[in-house]
């Protein structure tokens, strides 16, 4: 008798499940015929976006949750917030400055150094470290009093070369 309750439970979870996913006109399976990728998309954004190929729904695609994201030069770890319909980047403020590193979609020139983030004070250094991830702008010093910027303020450009500013302030 308890077998077969078993199969009766089990054949009405069944039953139960197939009607509440054929009451979900947005959830297209894996395979099911469709016009357009709005046919396959089933509502979840974690799961990648469901494309519709040849007139079939075709499932959607994600990197693996916790791996590096693909094009990240250091190992990033992600998750995917399905409230929010989007990848939360974990480590993505390394050096704990308050913005994230550029390859994590931030605007952090160095992510390893927590005296370097966009609006930062540039100061006059003479070995040339941009502070505020702006190469065009140099700190500024008079060290003999005449109104212009010491020529030992200068930035360290991409390509290697040294850019003075020496206006007068």
């Not at 094009?71 to 399905?82: K, V």
């Not at 005296?115 to 004070?121: D, L, Q, S």
């Not at 991409?158 to 302030?169: A, I, V």
Request: some cysteine; glycine content about 10%.
């Amino acid at each position: 008798m308890a077998m077969k309750k078993k199969i009766v439970n089990t054949m009405l979870s069944c039953v139960f499940a197939s009607t509440w996913l054929a009451m979900q006109p947005s959830l297209a399976a894996y395979g099911d015929k469709c016009d357009n990728d709005a046919q396959c998309d089933d509502g979840l954004f974690c799961n990648g976006a469901e494309q519709c190929f040849q007139q079939q729904c075709m499932n959607g695609s994600q990197p693996l949750p916790g791996r590096p994201l693909p094009g990240t030069s250091r190992s990033l770890r992600w998750r995917c917030d399905e409230s929010q319909d989007r990848y939360v980047v974990e480590g993505a403020d390394l050096d704990g400055d308050g913005h994230d590193a550029i390859n994590a979609g931030g605007d952090d020139c160095d992510d390893n150094n927590a005296n370097r983030f966009p609006g930062n004070v540039e100061r006059c250094d003479t070995n040339g470290v941009d502070e505020d991830c702006d190469p065009t702008t140099v700190g500024f010093k008079d060290e003999d009093g005449d109104g212009y910027n010491s020529s030992s303020c200068f930035n360290v450009q991409p390509d290697g070369t040294r850019r003075y500013d020496r206006s007068r302030h």
